[in-house]
């Protein structure tokens, strides 16, 4: 008796929280309707395609993606029962299908991902007429990473039209400091061959993939108990994704492959990348096109990829190891394609850790000391490097010695702090997650 009425307890609890969810889930997709509604209008203003057309193309024309549609379905499946998986993902698949058959036979490119996206609209309708909040959730978080995809892309098509000047030559001499990593790994990567290069092309466009593996891995339990981890990569991907941008409007750089390099064209400042490093000791801002997005400062990729390796040390050790691989392969990629200088790199890891330690161990609360400090100093390392880049590069080139022990002397000082914070002590960090109700 006291089982069954344990049981009946549940399911009240569930049925009472399940009306707060839709309101809180409706609050924040119409923010993100809003948010695109008003990057489609400055498309338009502008004269690019923005974000609502490609949603449009991933619903019923061709997908931008194929691998972030699938993730994102992959990711609302963790909040659902096994049966309406095995439908949604039934559904899904031969969508795909029958769409792919139909291009090869009008001879256009294999393509896949309206399926995915399809299906992933239909659990959503599903999950609300069920007043799931455990799966509203999941759906949210599967369609969020959607749409975040949709309006990056708007906003780094804007990012060249508020900042027609690019800094480039001030990163590129304070990297000097950093002993120009961009150029040595690029050259390494040409000896080595194309295969090498293949297999980084891959680990570095398909970074989303990797990050959803460790979020399915971390949100595994949530469709039979209920319950969901208090913190998980996706929702530290997010954030990055969220914040990271801003810093491509106030440091404008496109990288060495397009201002020293070929890829450029006509714009660069001459054909060095990778092969010759060159120094000016009078940096100016340098006009660029209007298409290369200026989205070096910091490295997303390598904040990214860091997330992917501090979120998968509670794993397994494949886990372990593939977090580790993919941290070391995006890091390889960044530099050896020409698309980030050292010191974006730099700023990238400071970002992550800064970010990270915003959301992490939310059981000690936002007002707990460690975290404070831990957030301001890295707000204030992240301020400092970048004053540092932009009116310190002729000194941090012309004095490597000084000035390259300084800058990994302050990342360095910020990934201690983050470990003292968070790893060191078995306190929090080392115990297994800690589930709260899919409220």
């Known amino acids: 008796m006291n089982d069954v009425l ?9 049925e009472r929280a399940a009306p707060g969810a839709l309101r809180v889930y409706g609050v924040g997709a119409v923010v993100v309707l809003i948010f695109l509604a008003s990057l489609q209008v400055v498309a338009f203003w502008k004269g690019f395609p923005g974000p609502l057309p490609s949603i449009w193309n991933d619903f019923f024309g061709t997908p931008k993606s194929m691998a972030v549609p699938w993730g994102g379905l992959a990711l609302a499946l963790v909040g659902v029962r096994m049966p309406i998986r095995l439908w949604a993902l039934g559904i899904a698949v031969l969508i795909d299908a029958v769409g792919a058959l139909a291009r090869l036979e009008a001879g256009h490119p294999f393509v896949v991902g309206n399926g995915a996206v399809i299906a992933l609209a239909g659990l959503a309708v599903f999950t609300i007429w069920r ?5 509203i959730r999941a759906v949210c978080l599967g369609g969020l990473l959607i749409l975040a995809t949709k309006g990056g892309d708007a906003w780094l098509q804007i990012t060249t039209i508020v900042r027609p000047y690019v800094l480039d030559e001030y990163a590129q001499l304070a990297d000097h400091a950093l002993g120009n990593p961009s150029w040595i790994v690029g050259s390494w990567l040409d000896a080595l061959g194309p295969i090498v290069y293949a297999v980084l092309q891959w680990v ?5 993939v990797a990050a959803i593996a460790i ?3 971390q949100l595994r339990g949530v469709s039979r108990t209920g319950l969901w981890p208090s913190h998980y990569l996706v929702r530290t991907f997010l954030l990055i994704g969220l914040v990271g941008p801003v810093f491509y409007v106030l440091f404008p750089v496109v990288g060495p492959v397009f201002a020293f390099g070929s890829a450029g064209e006509g714009f660069q400042l001459g054909n060095y990348w990778p092969t010759l490093v060159p120094f ?14 200026r989205n070096c400062m910091p490295s997303l990729h390598t904040a990214w990829a860091l997330s992917l390796f501090i979120h998968s040390r ?3 050790w494949w886990l372990r190891w593939g977090g580790t691989v993919w941290l070391v392969c ?3 990629a960044t530099l050896g394609f020409g698309y980030h200088y050292g010191v974006d790199l730099v700023a990238g890891v400071v970002l992550c850790l800064t970010l990270e330690s915003v959301l992490r161990d939310p059981e000690r609360g936002l007002k707990d000391p460690a975290r404070i400090r831990m957030v301001a100093f890295g707000v ?7 004053l540092c880049y932009r009116y310190l590069a002729v000194p941090m080139g012309t004095y490597p010695e000084l000035f390259g022990p300084l800058i990994l002397i302050a990342m360095g000082s910020v990934i201690g702090m983050f470990y003292a914070t968070f790893f060191a002590n078995s306190t929090v960090s080392d115990r297994p997650l800690r589930s709260s109700p899919s409220r």
């Open 204 to 208: 570095y466009i398909q970074l989303p």
């Open 131 to 135: 007043r799931d909040a455990g799966g």
């Open 215 to 217: 979020a399915i891995y």
């Open 380 to 386: 204030a390392t992240m301020v400092g490097l970048l």
């Open 314 to 316: 509670r794993g397994p």
């Open 6 to 14: 344990q049981g009946e307890e549940r399911t009240s609890h569930v």
């Open 330 to 332: 995006t890091l390889a």
């Open 280 to 293: 000016d000791a009078s940096p100016s801002a340098i006009g660029f096109d209007e298409l290369t997005p």
